[in-house]
T-cell receptor, first 115, second 112 residues
Framework: NAGVTQTPKFRVLKTGQSMTLLCAQDMNHEYMYWYRQDPGMGLRLIHY???????AKGEVPDGYNVSRLKKQNFLLGLESAAPSQTSVYFC??????????????FGQGTRLTVV | GEDVEQSLFLSVREGDSSVINCTYTDSSSTYLYWYKQEPGAGLQLLTY?????DMKQDQRLTVLLNKKDKHLSLRIADTQTGDSAIYFCAENYGGATNKLIFGTGTLLAVQP
C-alpha cells in the first residue's frame, strides 16, 4: 500500500518555465489537497478537490492550476514559474467528512526551486 | 479569516513536559487535530479531539480544548529526543467541505 505518492521529489526551474506536479493516492479517497510549506508560514492550502472532476481554490491559488480527471490523481500546474513559488509542496488526501474525523494522509513533498 | 496561529519554537529538556499552544478561528469546526512532521517528511496525524470534548488523553499526549477562547493545546509528558519535530494544529474550515487549515507549526527541540 503506497499511500500518497508525489513526483518529482526535487526540481529546479528557471523563471517563466512551466511544470506539473503529480500526486497519486491508492486509498480510494474522495478528497485531495495541494499545500505549500514556507518557513514561518506553516502549510497554506493552494487548491483542493472534493471528488473526481471537481476542484476549488484554497488560500493561495494565484499562479497555480489543478486538475482531477481521475479519482486517484491530482495534478498541480505552474504555467509560468516565479521565484516566489520556491517552496516545498505537499499533496494530501482524506475521506469525506461524513466518515467521522478526518485523517489527511500526506505525500513526502516536492522541493521546488525557481531561479 | 482563516488564521490558525502557533508559537514558532519551543525548547525543552529530555524528560520534561512540553506544551504546544494553538488558537483557531472557526467555531464550527467539528474536529481539531495535531499533526507531526519529522525532518524531510510529510505530516502524520498525531491525535485529534472532537469539539464537544474538553480534554483527550492518549498515552503521553494530552489535548486540551477551550472552545470559548478557541484555544487548543498539546501536552507531551516525559518528552523524548524522538519527539523533536514540527507540530501543526489544524481545523476543518468551511462547513460542509472538508478543507483542512493548518497552523504555522511549532518546532519542538528536545535537549538531551
Amino acid at each position: 500500500n503506497a499511500g500518497v505518492t508525489q513526483t518529482p521529489k526535487f526540481r529546479v526551474l528557471k523563471t517563466g518555465q512551466s511544470m506539473t506536479l503529480l500526486c497519486a493516492q491508492d486509498m480510494n479517497h474522495e478528497y485531495m489537497y495541494w499545500y505549500r510549506q514556507d518557513p514561518g508560514m506553516g502549510l497554506r492550502l493552494i487548491h483542493y478537490s472534493v471528488g473526481e472532476g471537481t476542484t476549488a481554490k484554497g488560500e493561495v491559488p494565484d499562479g497555480y492550476n489543478v486538475s482531477r480527471l481521475k479519482k486517484q490523481n491530482f495534478l498541480l500546474g505552474l504555467e509560468s514559474a516565479a521565484p516566489s513559488q520556491t517552496s516545498v509542496y505537499f499533496c494530501a488526501s482524506s475521506y469525506p467528512r461524513e466518515r467521522a474525523y478526518t485523517e489527511a494522509f500526506f505525500g513526502q513533498g516536492t522541493r521546488l526551486t525557481v531561479v | 479569516g482563516e488564521d490558525v496561529e502557533q508559537s514558532l519554537f519551543l525548547s525543552v529538556r529530555e524528560g520534561d513536559s512540553s506544551v504546544i499552544n494553538c488558537t483557531y478561528t472557526d467555531s464550527s469546526s467539528t474536529y481539531l487535530y495535531w499533526y507531526k512532521q519529522e525532518p524531510g517528511a510529510g505530516l502524520q496525524l498525531l491525535t485529534y479531539i472532537f469539539s464537544n470534548m474538553d480534554m483527550k488523553q492518549d498515552q503521553r499526549l494530552t489535548v486540551l480544548l477551550n472552545k470559548k477562547d478557541k484555544h487548543l493545546s498539546l501536552r507531551i509528558a516525559d518528552t523524548q529526543t524522538g519527539d523533536s519535530a514540527i507540530y501543526f494544529c489544524a481545523e476543518n474550515y468551511g462547513g460542509a467541505t472538508n478543507k483542512l487549515i493548518f497552523g504555522t507549526g511549532t518546532l519542538l527541540a528536545v535537549q538531551p
